[in-house]
């Protein structure tokens, strides 16, 4: 009553038995199953990140262009309304809003918000600092500064840089709105090269 065709199957069955078995059977076959898998793993993953990153709050943020001491730093560790993270690497301040994952609350280096980090960078060390005062790294050996250095320029090259951090008795710089980067770039570099 309720018989399959016996024919059918069998038949199918054995079709894709007959295809799995070709697959375990050959590595070719299993190399390519694997990147064939790795290939739509990849499409997939990248088809739900894009409107992720669309999504981020870090674009509605206004640049922020201004110099600060170590303790006006401090408000900028992602804890405030506006989530706004910063951080300072050898006297420059960045905008480290869009690395949040890293640096915002509870983040692995969410002891470097709001702080310099020039310190953590060259000793490989992310143990929170609560010194406000400003830190002239003059003890460092040149193999932490040189790795200071290299945090540096990823730092340059990934974040919006804001402005300087301030030494004691430093007065801040007045930005204009329409001014190009590599002014201000240039008054950070001249003074770091002073602390030098
Ligand atoms: C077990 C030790 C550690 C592991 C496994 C680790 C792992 C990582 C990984 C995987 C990334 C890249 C994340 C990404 O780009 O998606 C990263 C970035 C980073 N790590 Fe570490 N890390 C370690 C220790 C440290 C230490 C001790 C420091 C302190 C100097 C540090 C500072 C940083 C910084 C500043 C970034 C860059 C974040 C950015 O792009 O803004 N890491 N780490």
Do not use: C
């Amino acid at each position: 009553m309720s018989e399959t065709p016996e024919s059918e199957v069998p038949a199918s069955e054995s079709f894709v038995g007959h295809v799995i078995n070709e697959i375990i059977t050959s590595p070719l076959n299993l190399a390519l199953v694997g990147v064939i898998a790795l290939l739509i793993y990849k499409i997939i993953k990248s088809r739900i990140e894009v409107p992720h990153s669309h999504s981020a709050p870090k674009d509605d943020l206004p640049r922020l262009r201004r110099d600060f001491t170590p303790q006006e730093l401090r408000e900028y560790d992602g804890t405030q309304p506006d989530g706004r993270v910063l951080m300072a690497v050898l006297g420059n301040v960045y905008d480290v809003t869009k690395g949040k994952r890293f640096y915002g609350p509870g983040g692995p280096y969410a002891a470097f918000a709001g702080r310099d980090a020039s310190r953590g960078l060259a000793t490989f060390s992310v143990s929170r600092s609560d010194d406000v005062e400003y830190d002239d790294l003059s003890d460092l050996s040149t193999m932490e500064m040189d790795s200071v250095r290299e945090w540096e320029m990823q730092f340059k090259e990934k974040y919006p840089l804001v402005g300087r951090l301030l030494k004691p008795g430093e007065e801040p710089s007045t930005y204009s709105d329409d001014e190009e980067e590599g002014a201000a770039e240039a008054a950070s570099s001249q003074n770091h090269s002073k602390s030098e």
